[in-house]
């Protein structure tokens, strides 16, 4: 935001959220909708765990759903370094395809007396 020639930054703003029948205000730097979003996506892992345990401690729910979600975060980081890599082996492959080709056109090229 622009105030008197200076630029400021737009202070965090504050939404509410319900997770397993409880309200928080969660400040934040993104658009509410999103903020929404992780907060129904906690919610429905916390009520997916309470419905598949003995447990009715809200607190070990929460730390089951924060094992389970941190769980999720390792396997799709390990997947994506397993894809960066495949990626780069790709890449790398790519690399030595064209520069054969590239040489392979101008020795060709040199044979046709151009140069």
């Known amino acids: 935001m622009e105030k008197d020639g200076y630029v400021t930054e737009a202070s965090p703003q504050t939404i509410k959220v319900e997770i397993y029948n409880q309200t928080y205000n ?12 992780l ?10 765990i309470s419905s598949n345990t003995l447990t009715v401690d ?4 929460a730390i089951l759903a ?27 492959q790519c690399a030595v395809l064209l520069d054969q080709y590239l040489k392979k056109g101008s020795d060709l090229t040199r044979e046709d007396g151009d140069f």
Do not use: P, T
């Not at 996506?41 to 009520?47: F, I, N, T």
């Not at 809200?58 to 729910?61: A, D, G, K």
């Open 26 to 37: 969660i400040r934040g730097d993104d658009n509410d909708e999103y903020i929404q979003q």
């Open 39 to 48: 907060a129904v996506y906690v919610d429905q892992k916390m009520r997916e």
């Open 58 to 61: 809200s607190l070990r729910v």
């Open 66 to 92: 924060a094992v389970n979600i941190a769980d999720e975060l390792h396997q799709l980081k390990k997947q994506n370094e397993e894809m960066d890599k495949l990626l780069g082996e790709r890449s790398g």
